[in-house]
């Protein structure tokens, strides 16, 4: 095992498992911030299904109080009727009779649709409700999946922090600002073992010369993806395998 190497080898661990962790740290939010969200879109659909059916509601009111009005007034036209002094004027009464029970026809068959629309409002608030129901418990699931286990992924995160910055005490002086630099632009990605001839991240095939270096211990960036390049466990300096 090369001492460079071996450090970078341990230290892309380091990143990777730290990167792992931080992922699941971020997640654990995210997803409560997104039931969050989706529990707020619930209690608005259920809102405005509630507001449907209270404007149904109206409507319907609205409308059997012109029923009832026009109801009176087919009476009053209707004792008019039976009062009539002349063809004409029972003509006219009739015309008029038959008229208002037309519209009164219309405004009945309006006030059913709108029970109708009230019915189904109904089964869409009950629908609601239930996703509402299920949009809480599933965000208080995710809240308390949170709770359980951020501590636990904190205390290991802050464990691999310590670790790493132990590691990092042994890499070559003259080496650190460029370690820092590429860990800084890529991340847990900021390395890549050497397999075969080809960098394990971006599968560019390097130079013999630079195969050659690496497994004598240099540091080498590939020249592609811009990687810091270590030999996997299994090979050794000089080239074996």
Known sequence: MTTTGGVLRELHRIHQQLSDLRERLDRGPQQVRARTANLTRLEEELAKVQAESKAAHMAADRKQLLLRTGETKIEDLQRKLNAANSNREYQALKDQIAADQMANSVLADEILESFEKVDECQGRITAAQQNLAKGKAELEKAQQQVRDQQESLQSDAARLE??????????????????????????ADAMAAL????????F?????????????????????????????????????R
């Open 195 to 202: 397999e075969g001839e080809t960098c394990s991240g971006c």
């Open 204 to 240: 560019h095939t390097l130079t013999p010369n630079l195969a050659n270096a690496l497994r004598m211990d240099r540091v080498i960036f590939c020249q592609t993806c811009g990687r810091l390049l270590y030999l996997p466990e299994d090979r050794s300096i000089a080239g074996g």
């Open 162 to 187: 310590s670790e790493l910055k132990k590691v990092e005490k042994n890499l070559p002086a003259e080496f650190r600002d460029a370690y820092e630099r590429v860990v800084k632009s890529k991340g």
